[in-house]
């Protein structure tokens, strides 16, 4: 059977952007390869591992809520997935599912291809959930000065307390109250938020107000629906460089693209690709 099948697994999947950012590369590259949504619900999971392994599938990419839960069906860890503790790309490599994780080289490509560096820098996350594990693993591996604040303290004391267990260094944690996270934006370079909040169909929620905000600091929300989120403009408001989300999307996808096909994708064309989708709604 030819190999050549890609696919994204999550569920509820909604309308995700992975399909038609990947086929725009494979429409550019005239690559013979396809890429398809699979809502698989948590009692199909297994089910669903066991087939694609025979039916013609390079890989995969996971999303919520399987990105931890995938790792009982992998049966080799990349350093990151490892360090992360969660994967959002698989590949099928003989009797072997690999497991690897694109997110948080995905963010740090699209603040270095933005003019950021985070090494030396000192840079707070917002957000403990899967996204804010990749992001801030990365960050330390970077050699950023890293503080995280997330709502439920008990997961950024975890995310800290792994972080420097398994990287050594200090991590601060920050407490998510109005001061708590006035002290953790004090003398900051660097923010990146990595919660959902602000996302489509929350618009208005307000993480924090432009007044919290250094002045002229880099600002990156992992959100990208909407693109110009409340943070972003409250960011500019202040004379930040902002950043939206879509450049880590389209730049954990070129990762994942790399790891399965061994190319150099094309960033641009998929960051058109999801620019294009987000301007039409
Ligand atoms: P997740 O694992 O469900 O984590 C959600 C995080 O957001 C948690 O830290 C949660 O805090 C926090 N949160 C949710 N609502 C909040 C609110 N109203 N106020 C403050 N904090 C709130 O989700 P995830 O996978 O990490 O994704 C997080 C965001 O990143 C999503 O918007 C996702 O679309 C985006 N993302 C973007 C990219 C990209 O390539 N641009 C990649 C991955 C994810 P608690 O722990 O207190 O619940």
Same mark, same amino acid.
């Given at each position: ?31 013979? =390869? ?17 087939? @694609? ?9 996971? @999303?919520?809520?399987? $990105? ?10 990349? !350093? ?10 698989? $590949? ?5 599912? #690999? ?9 740090i ?8 560096s985070v090494k030396d820098k000192r840079v707070l996350v ?10 801030a693993?990365q960050c330390a591996i970077e050699g950023a000065s890293l503080s995280?604040?997330?709502? @439920?303290?008990?997961? @950024? ?12 260094g200090?991590v #601060?944690? #920050?407490?998510?109250? =109005? ?9 900051i370079d660097v923010?990146i ?5 602000? +996302? ?19 600002? +990156? ?6 693109? *110009?989120? $409340?943070?972003?403009?409250?960011? !500019?408001?202040?004379? #930040? ?9 389209? !730049?954990?996808?070129? *990762? ?26």
């Amino acid at each position: 059977m030819k190999k050549n099948k890609l696919g994204l697994v999550g569920h509820p999947l909604g309308h995700s952007l992975s399909p038609l950012m990947h086929r725009a590369v494979f429409e550019k590259l005239r690559l013979d =390869y396809s890429y398809e949504s699979f809502d698989v619900k948590p009692s199909e999971l297994a089910y669903f591992m066991d087939i @694609t392994v025979y039916k013609g599938f390079v890989g995969l990419n996971v @999303t919520i809520p399987y $990105k931890v839960d995938i790792l009982k069906y992998v049966d080799k860890v990349s !350093r990151e997935a490892e360090l992360i503790g969660a994967v959002n790309t698989i $590949k099928f490599v003989g009797d072997d599912v #690999c497991g690897y994780n694109t997110d948080g080289i995905g963010c740090i490509k699209a603040l270095k291809d933005a003019g950021v560096s985070v090494k030396d820098k000192r840079v707070l996350v917002l957000g403990a959930g899967g996204a804010a594990r990749a992001v801030a693993f990365q960050c330390a591996i970077e050699g950023a000065s890293l503080s995280i604040a997330n709502r @439920t303290m008990e997961k @950024t004391k975890k995310l800290a307390a792994d972080i420097e267990g398994r990287l050594g260094g200090k991590v #601060c944690v #920050c407490d998510f109250s =109005y001061d708590g996270l006035l002290s953790g934006l004090k003398g900051i370079d660097v923010l990146i938020n990595a919660t959902s909040a602000g +996302m489509h169909p929350h618009e208005d929620e307000e993480l924090l107000s432009a007044d919290m905000i250094p002045e002229k600091i880099a600002v +990156m929300d992992l959100v990208y629906n909407p693109l *110009e989120t $409340k943070l972003l403009s409250a960011a !500019r408001s202040r004379g #930040c460089k902002t950043i939206d989300g879509v450049g880590m999307l389209a !730049r954990q996808g070129a *990762e994942s693209l790399n790891i399965w096909l061994g190319i150099d994708a094309p960033v641009k064309i998929m960051e058109d690709a999801v620019l294009s989708q987000l301007k039409k709604k």
